[in-house]
């Protein structure tokens, strides 16, 4: 199945690109959540919030193969919104590093 968008007269905010000059860590982060406020700006959907959040996840962060939503149901992790390789659909709360990340309530490093 190919979906198709199309954008018809549809005014949407422009993330700017990091420019060749190199940043520091910091500085990195500001500029990123410059443009993620500039994004979210206004926007009511959770959806929409949620999808262009992996995408600039996904875009601004190079060193990562996967920037992505799980949104718990239950006791359940079902796979939402992500940018880069294929994942689990569900995760039962306990199983993996992102399970047992929900059942804890903690990062896991």
Known sequence: MH??????GC????VRQLSDQIMNKSEFYADLNRDFQALMAGETSFLAMISNTSALLFERLTDVNWAGFYLLEGDTLV???FQGKLACVRI???RG?????????RVQR
């Not at 979906?3 to 018809?8: A, E, H, R, V, Y």
């Not at 005014?11 to 422009?14: E, F, L, T, Y």
């Not at 590093?97 to 309530?105: D, E, F, I, L, S």
Request: glycine content about 12%; charged content about 10%; some cysteine.
């Open 92 to 94: 039962p709360v306990g």
């Open 97 to 105: 590093v992102c399970g047992t990340a929900v059942a804890q309530n």
């Open 3 to 8: 979906l198709k968008l199309i954008l018809l």
């Open 79 to 81: 796979l939402g919104p």
């Open 11 to 14: 005014k949407c905010k422009v």
